[in-house]
């Protein structure tokens, strides 16, 4: 797994597909000799690199020595860039000194390579639980390299993380700064670097905004610099941390793909630079806008956890890698691994007028539907009629529902009950803000205003006063009712970062730990209250993310519900992240039918939002063909299949994937058109099925006569016999081993 060559000073991580080499030069400092597809002879690797004859730089007693090579030139690749000398690529770390100098150069101290991975103090990780007993984590499938290096002009010590997974081809790379001599302050701490010989390669990133969230973009590498990432506090809409490298435009079987996530939930960046020489500098982690974290004397900082993912099979490749380690090395809820519970929202059906009849009509109803868990949304607590008060105060407005009622109503029809809270926000109306107004972010900024959006403020969790309260109060609910399911919604960007809790030198940490103070309150809920579902939501998808995912099993994906635009956030969602992740709705939506919704929610965790009072019997007919399914099949064939993307809309008139379960005795795909064309002959080729089985099928609840080989639908297709009108429409194809 990892090997030092004494001798060569040459470092190689490897598992049986990749190999990861870094070479320790004759001035201490990083050399990446090697990065990709396994090299089982690393004894040529050293001749790869590129030597200096003819530079010379002045050394402390003035004399003028020539080095070989030059570790500061820009087309070296390095596994850590300095700053404030001649590499002008993006340094990962950047400290400025007490003297006010912006130099800094780490040199090669010593290393550490033992078993396992390390889990960080304060922050999600991989392999580690909440309760964290142990230095190291799964020490079965994980090996570290700890790099130690020191600053030149500085009594700062670097420590890098890099970490290889035996059972996947992954890379976790992290740097942990320590501060030991006179006070510095941090003005960037990005989580990784990786630099490549080639710049020849497609980059791969989701972009979006509200209802809109994740949509693919691919850019040619080009000259200077690309750069994707968010200011919002939290990973945003309008970026997703998710992105990857491909040398083919767009291929899902074949050719080099290097995929990236970060596993943090407030702001990043990446950074891509294609260097006059034709090399490839990537630099990614917490974004530096804003950033300036002062640390004295024994103080230390950590950077969140960069994953990497490389894959010679295309896209898919990558694809699975992250969604196999997101659920079984990131994920801590691990009671919902089977069996989610089908779930009915209350939100797009009343919004905030309902009381306890209104409620318990709706779950009456909803149980036409095959729920299993009912969740009552926005409205239920403070002075909360409309979105302009009530955040902040979370008490159950017994006025308006009497909510031990409608959770009996509920447990007498054999369902669980669920809640909607958005924790991290508050109302100017609100007793909490009349009580404590400097408990709201920036607000002791601007003494005569404050901007609002969406009626509310953002709760400075950078001060453990307030997550304290915030605990307190849910708590109180949490245990005076039976709550089974938590959603936890996060409807506004932190546009201020002041806070009233730290002084002024040290306003540059409030970003970074208003997310500290959010992973806190939600660890300590998951440790106290372990049987409760706890879903993410931040506007849909702004938060959409593997810190957030390290807590919660699932997150809603998109306020957008609709098919014919979830098909597009779902599929390009699917690309970094598993299926079991993907909150996915039928809703009252008017673009698409009911079927079609239905065949999309599928393709995620599945569930129902809309007034079930207003539902006819042929509406009820068409949903519960989707519970039929989704009781039957979607657990082994969706929630804990192999997801193979078939046909990406960015580049088709159709949508298509399928996911197969993990014996290839069971498989759902799924179709979906998004413009009329009228004369095609369509063959639809399948992936991940067993060519030596055969396969009984069921297109759109209507069993076709014959049966099929795996290989035939693999390499030849299932011909689509209707090709007319199947404009915003979906097929939906169920395949069962002939002896299932």
């Given at each position: ?572 969602t699917s690309l970094g992240y598993p299926l079991s992740t993907i909150s996915s709705h039928v809703s009252a939506s008017a673009q698409t039918t009911y ?62 994937m399928i996911s197969v379960s993990q014996d290839q005795s069971l498989a759902i795909a799924v179709y979906y058109e998004k413009s009329n064309i009228v ?62």
């Amino acid at each position: 797994m990892i090997h030092y060559n004494q001798e060569q000073n040459v470092f190689h991580l490897f598992n049986k597909d990749i190999s990861y080499l870094i070479h320790v030069n004759g001035f201490g400092r990083l050399e990446t000799l090697y990065f990709g597809e396994k090299l089982n002879d690393v004894s040529d690797i050293l001749n790869a690199r590129t030597l200096y004859t003819e530079c010379t730089y002045l050394d402390k007693k003035m004399s003028l020595v020539t080095p070989t090579p030059s570790y500061f030139y820009p087309d070296t690749l390095v596994e850590i860039s300095s700053h404030g000398i001649f590499d002008k690529r993006d340094a990962p770390i950047v400290i400025q000194h007490e003297n006010g100098s912006y130099l800094t150069d780490f040199e090669y101290v010593k290393h550490k390579i033992y078993h396992g991975i390390k889990p960080l103090d304060g922050m999600p990780c991989l392999d580690a639980p909440l309760e964290r007993k142990e230095s190291l984590y799964n020490k079965e499938n994980v090996d570290t390299l700890e790099i130690i290096l020191k600053d030149i002009t500085a009594n700062v010590i670097l420590h890098e993380y890099l970490s290889v997974y035996r059972d996947k081809n992954i890379i976790v790379k992290s740097f942990k700064i320590e501060n030991k001599g006179k006070r510095i302050k941090l003005l960037r701490a990005f989580s990784m670097q990786l630099d490549l010989p080639s710049s020849d390669y497609y980059f791969h990133h989701f972009h979006g905004t509200q209802w809109v969230e994740r949509q693919e973009e691919i850019n040619k590498i080009y000259d200077g610099t690309q750069e994707i990432g968010s200011t919002r506090g939290r990973s945003s809409h309008q970026e997703n941390p998710f992105c990857f490298l491909s040398k083919e435009r767009n291929s899902l079987t074949d050719g080099e793909v290097i995929g990236f996530n970060l596993i943090y939930s407030g702001n990043w960046e990446m950074r891509v630079t294609k260097t006059p020489y034709d090399s490839l500098h990537l630099a990614y982690g917490i974004n530096d806008d804003d950033f300036c974290f002062s640390l004295g004397r024994n103080e230390s900082f950590d950077t969140p956890q960069a994953v990497i993912s490389y894959s010679k099979d295309g896209i898919d490749g990558m694809s699975q890698t992250f969604h196999r380690l997101i659920k079984e090395n990131l994920q801590t809820d691990k009671e919902r691994e089977h069996n989610r519970p089908l779930i009915f929202n209350s939100w797009e059906g009343c919004l905030f007028t309902f009381d306890t009849k209104v409620i318990k009509s709706y779950i009456d109803d909803a149980c036409k539907l095959g729920i299993e868990l009912f969740v009552l949304d926005d409205g239920w607590f403070g002075k909360r009629d409309n979105d302009k008060s009530g955040l902040g105060d979370w008490f159950v407005n017994e006025k308006k529902i009497n909510l031990h009622e409608v959770i009996e109503h509920c447990h007498e029809r054999k369902l669980k009950f669920g809640i909607w809270f958005e924790p991290e926000m508050v109302n100017p109306d609100s007793d909490l803000f009349r009580s404590h107004p400097e408990w709201a972010l920036g607000y002791e900024e601007n003494k005569d205003w404050s901007h609002l959006e969406r009626n509310q403020l953002v709760l400075d969790f950078t001060n453990d006063d307030v997550v304290d309260n915030i605990f307190e109060q849910m708590c109180k609910i949490l245990d005076e009712y039976d709550i089974d399911y938590v959603k936890w919604d996060h409807n506004r960007i932190l546009a201020e970062h002041f806070t009233a809790n730290l002084p002024a030198e040290k306003q540059g940490e409030a970003y970074h730990r208003y997310v500290l103070g959010y992973y806190r309150l939600l660890s300590q809920l998951r440790i106290r209250y372990p049987e409760i579902f706890f879903e993410g939501c931040s506007s849909g998808g702004g938060r959409f993310d593997l810190g957030t995912l390290y807590y919660v099993p699932q997150i809603w994906t998109s306020d957008e519900t609709d098919g014919a635009s979830r098909a597009y956030i779902q599929y390009y969602t699917s690309l970094g992240y598993p299926l079991s992740t993907i909150s996915s709705h039928v809703s009252a939506s008017a673009q698409t039918t009911y079927p079609t919704k239905v065949d999309i929610a599928l393709f995620g965790t599945y569930g129902y939002e809309m007034n079930p009072n207003k539902l006819s019997e042929r509406e009820f007919a068409e949903m519960n063909r989707g519970t039929e399914i989704y009781h039957k099949y979607h657990d082994k064939a969706i929630l804990n299949g192999t997801l193979y993307h078939l046909s990406n809309p960015l580049d088709h008139d159709e949508m298509s994937m399928i996911s197969v379960s993990q014996d290839q005795s069971l498989a759902i795909a799924v179709y979906y058109e998004k413009s009329n064309i009228v004369m095609r002959m369509d063959y639809w080729k399948l992936k991940g099925l067993n060519p030596k089985k055969r396969y009984h099928l069921n297109l759109n609840g209507v069993d076709v006569p014959e049966t099929y080989s795996g290989e035939h639908l693999m390499k030849v297709g299932y011909y689509l016999r209707d090709i007319f009108r199947r404009q915003n429409k979906t097929i939906l194809l169920i395949l069962k081993e002939s002896n299932y």
